[in-house]
């Protein structure tokens, strides 16, 4: 359509004025009728002029383009290399497994705000056997993704009206899958989990067992600790050097099979993750161990640079570290404190948690405890460990009579 062309259908367009005082154009392209509307004869000209070059260029009806399409082309063109990897990832993860085969095989003309209601209120409460139940957590990912994409979809002018302007999440009554909440350890706990971590390092030699210990000793995020190089640690000044975490699984779109890869990033989570953690003789002497047996580069005769590596100075990753803390707290028959189960479902990041919750009972103040972490404020620090703060005042006013 050259511009010879626009500029004879606009030509011939017909324009009326509405009762609402409004003009209104109308043209036939693709034997379809198309209407314009605006304040002035030449906004609705101007308007049909752009229609028509978006067309020359490609552009579909709304009606003609599936949400799947739209969607994989927007997050290609404004969110791959615009976001962390491993937040497109995530992104990217949602779109593959709850989007791109159910609502995306939708046209995104079609698509209406209770339509889209009724599909976040299913993964909430699943109506059939084919819709995976979501916790809160999956169902703010899933908003997270639908409402940028519907808003830029309205920009562009694919679509005229957004729908996800009234999208909520269902009250937490109503979502069926519980969110997961960090599981901290006791004091008693801690003493039998170190025990036993101690028992496999003595008995199979296992590197794993005193890297947990070390997780827990300094409240590492998991990333942090895979990160950690023997330069990282200054025996002298006896100090750590948190300044680098490693992201897994990140998927390698330049892949067909969509492979993934553990990502080293030369920065924390958050600014603050960048800090220096005093080393106390108990982790010194884990440092030490490790230390004083580091495998060889495999193939090489060089010491293995990392901290948490395995047998052949390779790297350790999240996955056999988190099989390792599975088979301690099972040897350890470490129970659920409330239901005297067998506790399931720890992670590495519990221990964590429990760095946080421990040291708290001990008395170390929020402040202190938020730098320690390397929260990006306290208020995060508040909101994790509100539980923990509400027990220790309860403990407080029992154990002291006023008057």
């Not at 889209?116 to 056997?129: C, V």
């Not at 492979?259 to 106390?280: C, E, F, P």
């Not at 938020?370 to 509100?386: E, W």
Request: net charge positive; aromatic share 8%; proline share 2%.
């Amino acid at each position: 359509m050259t511009d010879n062309n626009v500029k004879s259908i606009i030509n011939k367009m017909t324009i009326t004025q509405r009762k609402d005082i409004r003009f209104e154009g109308k043209i036939t392209i693709n034997g379809k009728r198309k209407s314009f509307y605006g304040k002035t004869k030449k906004e609705v000209k101007d308007k049909a002029k752009e229609y028509l070059m978006k067309v020359e260029n490609g552009y579909k009806e709304p009606e003609k383009i599936l949400l799947c399409d739209y969607m994989d082309y927007w997050l290609k063109k404004y969110k791959y290399g615009k976001i962390e990897p491993s937040s497109y990832t995530r992104l990217y993860s949602v779109y593959i497994h709850q989007i791109k085969d159910t609502i995306g095989q939708m046209y995104i003309g079609d698509i209406t705000g209770d339509i889209l209601q009724e599909f976040i209120d299913n993964h909430a409460d699943p109506k059939d056997s084919e819709t995976k139940a979501l916790a809160e957590s999956g169902l703010k990912r899933l908003t997270q993704l639908l409402k940028p994409c519907f808003k830029r979809a309205v920009s562009e002018g694919v679509i005229w009206t957004n729908p996800c302007t009234e999208l909520t999440i269902p009250s937490e009554s109503y979502i069926q899958v519980e969110t997961k909440v960090a599981t901290a350890l006791s004091d008693s706990q801690i003493k039998v989990f170190k025990e036993a971590c101690l028992h496999r390092y003595e008995k199979y030699g296992s590197r794993d067992a005193l890297v947990l210990l070390i997780m827990l000793s300094c409240g590492l995020r998991v990333g942090e600790m895979l990160a950690l190089e023997w330069s990282d640690i200054d025996f002298e000044q006896r100090l750590i050097r948190v300044h680098r975490t490693i992201q897994s699984n990140i998927m390698n779109f330049s892949s067909e099979d969509l492979s993934t890869y553990d990502r080293v990033k030369s920065s924390t989570k958050t600014k603050k993750g960048v800090r220096s953690l005093a080393i106390n003789d108990t982790v010194l002497d884990y440092l030490l161990k490790l230390k004083n047996n580091i495998p060889q580069v495999k193939n090489t005769k060089n010491p293995s640079p990392y901290v948490a590596c395995t047998s052949v100075g390779t790297r350790q990753n999240a996955r056999n570290l988190q099989r390792s803390l599975t088979k301690i707290i099972q040897k350890a028959n470490i129970v659920d404190t409330q239901s005297q189960q067998a506790l399931c479902g720890f992670g590495l990041h519990d221990l964590r948690h429990t760095f946080g919750s421990a040291m708290l009972r001990h008395g170390i103040g929020i402040e202190v405890l938020s730098k320690l972490m390397g929260h990006a404020n306290i208020t995060i620090t508040y909101n994790k460990y509100i539980h923990v703060l509400q027990e220790q005042q309860a403990l407080a006013m029992q154990g002291v009579t006023i008057c």
